[in-house]
């Protein structure tokens, strides 16, 4: 990352560092990029040649390369992104952390935000409450905006027919499925015929298809910020069960799933084992289930997301909207 050139620009750059492999947090960077040009706002996606930009999901967002820092641009930052956070922090710049993950936040990047001189903090935005009371905790006088991240409506939704699979995702969780898969055989025989269907490492388009199609899904949350796979899960018509990853107890209730205590694989067996009986059984109980479930997603929906998205650049970058309506 190189000083301001000193051409005159109002723009909301985004840095990213993508890899090749599927990652929540950069499917929500490009949303925040889509969503805002969307809006009118001059916000662009900036990265390097040296990484790879994702290609498991759709997306539409002017991309520069390596491209020198303009006098007036908000930098925007990943919490993860350490080397260039330590960089803006001697610039007079205004900076955005945009954290996805106390959790990663508070492992690797405090060193490199505590260079911010404190009459010039960055701006702090999360993606949930929870998160956000975490980060005001480390930064008592930072601002800290909460713009949620959504499982995205336009995509996942309950397909007409159902099958018996439980569906999961062991991204980070790789021996606990093993392991309530086996205890939910011994110890719940009744459902040992179920299919399991894992959905993790496929394109986003997939992802949707599969959650669509299954009766359950089984809630493998670790060190989340949220947990928007089991948000995705719930939109699509899913019973879910299992772990909140700490994020998922933002929404996570009796009313709208089984939930079992992070690392307890025999409490999230059973747990699992209990979603299993009322899609079993049927009747009213299913439908109350699916309809909280469905609410809950609605409470983090798209809408939800751009009207938030919107309201807080309003606030922090006015200047870079350039039209009501539609940059592309």
Sequence with gaps: ???????????????????????????????????????????????????????????????????????????????????????????????????????????????????FPASRSPTFMAVGQGQAATIGRLYPHAPVEVVPCFADDRLFRPAAEKSPAIAYMPKKRGLEPKIIRGLLRKLHARHAGRPWLEIDGKPEAEVAEALAGAELYLSLSRFESVGMSTLEAMASGCVCAGFTGVGGQDYATPANGFWA??????????????????????????????????????AWSY??????????????????????????
């Design 1 to 115: 990352m190189t000083a301001p050139s000193p051409a005159a620009a109002n723009r909301i750059v985004y840095y990213a560092f993508p890899n090749a492999k599927i990652q929540g947090g950069q499917k929500m960077i490009l949303r925040h990029v889509e969503t805002l040009r969307d809006l009118g706002f001059n916000a662009i996606y900036w990265t390097t040649k040296a990484t790879t930009l994702p290609t498991w999901l759709s997306h539409h967002v002017p991309v520069e390369y390596s491209t020198p820092i303009r006098r007036g641009d908000v930098v925007v930052l990943p919490e993860d992104a350490v080397n260039s956070i330590a960089t803006v922090a001697g610039l007079d710049h205004p900076v955005v952390i945009f954290c996805q993950n106390q959790f990663i936040l508070a492992a690797f990047a405090l060193d490199a935000l505590d260079r």
């Design 261 to 298: 205590p992070d690392d307890d694989c025999e409490a999230g067996a059973d747990a699992l084992a209990r979603a299993a009986d009322v899609v079993l059984a049927g009747g009213p109980p299913l439908r109350r289930l699916r309809e909280a479930g469905e609410e809950t997603a609605r």
């Design 303 to 328: 809408a939800r997301f751009r009207d938030a998205l919107e309201e807080t650049w309003m606030r922090l970058a006015p200047g870079a909207r350039l039209k009501d309506g539609p940059l592309d």
